[in-house]
């Protein structure tokens, strides 16, 4: 993959790109927007640019491409992603080759650039997928351990099975939402120690810093993706945003998980990077001790380094506040792991399927996803710029998610970023 | 509901059905099939028969119903169960119509009855439902009881929380299957006390016998759906095996819940029967102490009274036995309080998903709805007419999971059976 041209550094666009964006040339994610007043549309993040996919292909720009004209006007990527590995990269050489600077069909098309390059800033983006099955794991270490000194203060804070298998459950698809979807405190069961059970409004609303890869079509029921080659049915990753109500999942967790406090809604990102435009930046992922079963062994063990923070704003501190920062190449288990475990049984993958890495924290201070991990459970808050306090979130407060790998001297290869206010 | 036309015992159909079948008129319950050869078309079940909605729909008989004509196409009951109560009564009402015996419009007209009657023998049934997300409950108060105490023998069976909301976890939409299905015996890791975990094919492969509602679109994001008239969501229930590996469960399912342990398959029913149909049969629920939250107090508590049984059927054995009977109307938490607890933190659920009961148990010998329990966690096998031996199931075995309400000199409203054979 190193000789992909698409990702060759050298490459330069025609569209012009700020210093510093998340999007230049190398990385074109996907994603659907919608013109004020318009239906959803397939495009591809360039700059401060939406490039309309389904206007190029009107244009017959993409005849060649082998994608459905139905997918560049449908409401998720899933039918896009669904066309499998060769269409994905068929479509992105193609994109390349229109936005690369010495390439006149668009730019030498009289008014044809302007329809179809649209500032990010006059469009809505929506969710870029709507997935059939998504599955969060628990693949952090430190944030694992974390937790469980946490809810567990008498035990082990790592449970024995950890570091066999990459722990997950199925959290749910229908609140999977845009970025910048407004965030309504959920009401549910709560209990202190020695009182019964009451209802009322989480009390302890968190976020979950994590990074989520979108699947392919992988296998049908009865097969199992092999840990080697698993990355094929990779289509992309996409950040996320796995809000969570502590106080309710306290008290439904056992014995079947959680439920209530996790359900009410994960934001993601709208731009999906591809795992080609992520090549560059895969790094070794952390040894594992002890090696675990053949089905999770790996020839070769891929993380990514992607640079991974938090940020607050509050309705006295607009400008958003750092408060975590983490590179998710610390991940304990690959995604190609997660990916063969889940399909160990014979389950079937489908396009689109959201699986969710956990939250991400590092060892230090400042490095941990989640405000529970950042408090330590509330007893210890942090301040913001402003001087105000944080244990849990707040009314009117907006967490932000933002990652990406570069920069400096190499492309940046930014996921733009997931925000979300509590309402 | 007690006047309901379509309910009333004395109804009779020009449809020749046999004594004892699960399908006179007044239960018209819901599916899709496929004709060898055919594509997907929604039917409804009377007698030994199909009756063909696609083809009455395009006989002009269904005009004056506000159903789509695609949804009579559709390779699930999605469509049409998105259209709301009001137009599944509609249709309920002049299929109804249709087949009453003094109802000239089909039996008069040349052909048609042939056309529009096809031998359930001869037809493929689908799964009814593509869900969009599954829950799996945990409501019958013996079924916890039981597996808490083989799961956890040395603390209280039922944890705190149990009696306080109705456990429930999401389980994995993907693998959600027709009846006849094929089931795959899952590999995974398997762990035996004081030894490393291994992998290789379950040993511990189980049934759960389970109920389960599927829902219309019943909420926005933010919203709850309140328990009084949570039932005018439900479009109506259908059978569910929720097949399960136990070793897997046993080592995984610690912190988050079970995953791949149940994630292989779960074998749902080829009939969808509506709660019009399901009337007459609703009982009183078991009371329930400690008295719940506000949002799960129900002015009337309502079960269903089904009689559920499973049967096993070998290689040896071909005529199935039956090795459980446990009536539905036991369950501790009705499916009221299921779907307004499941929303309360705000959650959308949408048309088609799929609400399982968990396992139904009874307080006897005899009328537990898993092997793990019939079988006190393989510790004491059950003998059947073959005189052959199961502590769980074996390569070849058949389990059938069957129900009914009334029978006797009520109509019986039957839900067909769900079978699945271990490959």
């Known amino acids: 993959m190193s000789n992909d041209p698409t990702t060759d550094p050298r490459l330069r666009s025609w569209v012009d790109i700020a210093e510093g964006s998340d999007f230049p040339i190398q990385n074109l994610p996907y994603g659907v927007f919608r013109r004020p007043g318009g239906t959803p549309r397939m495009g591809v993040a360039i700059g401060g640019f939406v490039f309309d996919l389904a206007g190029v292909a009107e244009a017959g720009l993409l005849d060649h491409v082998a994608v459905e004209q139905s997918a560049f ?45 649209v500032p990010m800033s006059e469009v809505e983006l929506l969710a870029p997928i709507e997935p059939g099955d998504y599955v969060d794991f628990y693949s952090s270490l430190q944030h694992a351990t974390n937790l469980g000194r946490l809810f567990r203060p ?32 959920p009401t549910g069961q709560l209990k202190g120690p020695d009182e019964p059970p009451r209802w009322g409004p989480t009390e302890r609303l968190d976020i979950e810093l994590e990074v989520g890869f979108i699947t392919g079509r992988a296998n049908s029921l009865g097969e199992s993706v092999p840990i080697n080659g698993a990355e094929e049915h990779i289509f992309g990753v996409v950040l996320v945003n796995d809000w969570s109500a502590r106080d309710i999942q306290a008290w439904e967790y056992q014995p079947l998980g959680p439920f209530l406090g996790k359900s009410f809604a994960t934001s993601i990102g ?153 309402a």
């Open 73 to 117: 006007h449908s409401s998720s990527l899933n039918s896009f992603i669904a066309s499998g590995r060769s269409v994905w990269r068929q479509l992105r050489a193609r994109v390349s080759e229109l936005l690369e600077i010495s390439c006149p069909e668009i730019k030498g098309a009289p008014g044809l650039a302007d329809r179809s390059l």
């Open 154 to 185: 008498d035990g082990e804070p790592l449970l024995p099975n950890w570091r066999h298998l990459p722990v997950g459950y199925h959290g749910r698809s229908s609140s999977v939402v845009a970025s910048g979807t407004p965030i309504k405190r």
């Open 270 to 422: 709208p731009w999906v990077v591809t795992l080609d435009a992520l090549e560059p930046f895969r790094v070794a992922a952390p040894a594992q001790d002890p090696v675990v079963l053949e089905y999770l062994r790996e020839e070769q063990r891929r993380g990514i380094d992607i640079h991974l923070e938090v940020a607050l704003a509050t309705p006295d501190m607009p400008k958003a506040h750092v408060i975590s920062r983490v590179n998710f190449s610390e991940m304990y288990w690959t995604m190609a792991q997660q990916l063969a475990h889940a399909t160990s049984n014979g389950t079937p993958v489908r396009a689109g399927d959201l699986y969710a890495s956990g939250t991400v924290s590092g060892a230090e201070a400042g490095t941990f996803g989640s405000l529970i991990e950042l408090t330590r459970n509330g007893s210890e808050p942090i301040t913001l710029a402003s001087g105000e306090q944080r244990r849990f979130l707040e009314d009117g407060d907006t967490a932000i998610v933002r990652g990406f790998c570069g920069g400096g001297d190499r492309p940046r290869i930014g996921f733009g970023e997931v925000r979300g206010t509590v």
